[in-house]
């Protein structure tokens, strides 16, 4: 609230949500104040019951699917991102299956995903390295090619409407920007045809008119 009063702030955005103890009063600002965006990053890791304990991460399934449908139903519009990882030891196909699932069913307007390994010091040092480096990253490149399904369907419902960009840099024949709902480097971007009075660092209103999987391609409008 006091980060909104400030002047020159145009947007507040909320990284490393973790889901164990999630502060729900801060659901209702999301939704109200105009700076906040509705975005969030919300690091899951996994859904399966045994893992999350593996895992320690203090949340489980249904704590987790009760909270997203909290995030859904308050913040209308809102975007969820969050990273996976695959190949934890004790994950079984069994398990992958379930994560896919899920991520079929909570359908994230971002996800990233990484494959596990072992650090020295860390919660599953100690449980080994059981999956193979070819098993992780088949895990990996399934969960990323569902993704790509998912997003590019949320994609192409988003041509046609405009959307309140900030411009990052420029590239070839296009300003490279993103709207609200997109963290620089890790999400999606916004492909703005060249045009006189666009700077980098500004803000313009931009109509999508074309979409691939992750990326839109749009015209400023006035």
């Known amino acids: 609230r006091e980060l909104s009063k400030v002047q020159g702030i145009e947007w507040i955005r909320l990284h490393y949500a973790y889901p164990q103890k999630f502060p729900e009063e801060v659901i209702p600002i999301m939704a109200n104040d105009p700076k906040i965006c509705r975005y969030l990053d919300i690091p899951l890791q996994h859904i399966n019951d045994d893992i999350l304990k593996a895992m320690k991460r203090g949340h489980d399934r249904q704590g987790t699917l ?10 209308p519009g809102v975007a969820l991102r969050t990273t996976l990882l695959v190949g934890f030891p004790g994950e ?7 994560l896919l699932d899920f991520v079929k069913l909570a359908r994230f307007e971002r996800l990233g ?19 193979p480096e070819k098993e992780k990253q088949r895990r990996a490149d399934q969960l990323m090619e569902l993704q790509a399904e998912i997003s590019g ?18 590239e070839g024949d296009y300003f490279i920007g993103r709207t609200e709902f997109d963290s620089p480097e890790v999400d999606n971007e916004v492909l ?6 666009i700077r980098i660092g500004n803000f313009v ?16 409008i006035f």
């Open 153 to 170: 369907a949320l994609n192409e419902e988003k041509i046609g409407k405009t959307f309140k960009v900030l411009i990052d840099r420029t």
């Open 113 to 131: 995903v990484f494959t596990y390994s072992p650090e020295e010091g860390t919660t599953g040092y100690a449980l080994g390295d059981p999956v």
């Open 66 to 75: 009760q909270l997203l449908e909290k995030f859904r139903k308050q913040i």
């Open 205 to 220: 209103n931009v109509k999508i008119n074309s979409a691939t999987d992750f990326e839109l391609f749009g015209t400023e």
């Open 92 to 98: 079984t196909r069994r398990e992958f299956q379930e």
């Open 192 to 197: 703005v045809d060249k045009a006189p009075g």
